[in-house]
């Protein structure tokens, strides 16, 4: 599977989102709220949807104390990648805890002074956790929508990583259920349709787009759905053959 970008249609390097915390924290999918990350206090639970294939990431092993590892791995991804021969997932993650070694998905969000400076992912668990944060984090940083980060930038860089819940298919046919099931703050969201398109938004979206009405109406446009679609009462609106919904929690770590 292809990286994926996330976040709202119009973020560029230039926009400012919410200033990330200097300290560690974790974001519960399970945590009620409308606000923007940095609102977001520290938190262990986690709603784990069951994974089709049998099994479910075990968000019990996501403790806080993984967190700090999680970041400066991602950190030291970034920072080793820079010379002619970066060293490999596996020389990162020497004596790191077992726990990174269970397959996970996530998604790396770098920012500098509040503004992004990429963010890539995988929505599907296909390696090892700590794989995962050292691909994403040296792909976010060549995020194709900005210019590269630079070597003497990762100092400055706040580290967000991501841990996705297994995706759980959303059973519906119209966009007012749609709508009134989301839990702002909580709920990721992928929608897809049978013509290939595909649009994500990670729960961090909420702190930018309180209301679900304009989160789904911003992520089909982000998609590329047409506009006659997402301009107007999506409550009203038909809802497109093929389309499918798919939604996520997260465990998110910032350092």
């Not at 019990?60 to 970034?78: D, F, I, K, N, Q």
């Amino acid at each position: 599977m292809r990286a994926v970008s996330h976040g709202p249609p119009t973020k560029s390097i230039t926009g400012r989102r919410n200033s990330a915390e200097p300290t560690l924290r974790v974001r519960s999918a399970n945590r009620r709220t409308g606000t923007g990350p940095a609102a977001h206090p520290a938190g262990r639970r986690s709603r784990a949807p069951r994974d089709p294939a049998g099994g479910a990431w075990d968000h019990r092993r996501m403790e806080p104390h993984l967190g700090p590892v999680l970041t400066a791995l991602a950190r030291s991804a970034v920072a080793t990648s820079f010379g002619p021969k970066p060293p490999a997932a596996a020389e990162l993650l020497a004596d790191t805890p077992t726990a990174l070694a269970e397959k996970a998905a996530t998604f790396v969000t770098l920012e500098r002074d509040g503004a992004l400076r990429g963010c890539i992912g995988t929505l599907v668990a296909l390696r090892p956790l700590g794989f995962d944060v050292v691909r994403n984090a040296r792909l976010a940083a060549r995020d194709p929508r900005m210019a590269p980060v630079r070597a003497d930038e990762v100092p400055g860089l706040t580290f967000e990583v991501a841990v996705l819940t297994p995706a759980e298919t959303v059973a519906v046919q119209d966009f007012s259920t749609l709508i009134e099931g989301l839990r702002p703050g909580e709920d990721g969201l992928t929608l897809k349709d049978r013509e290939g398109r595909r649009a994500t938004f990670l729960p961090s979206v909420w702190g930018h787009l309180h209301d679900p009405h304009r989160f789904v109406a911003a992520l089909l446009r982000k998609g590329g759905w047409p506009r006659r679609l997402w301009a107007g009462d999506l409550r009203t609106a038909p809802w497109p053959a093929g389309l499918t919904a798919e939604r996520y929690g997260t465990t998110v770590y910032t350092g």
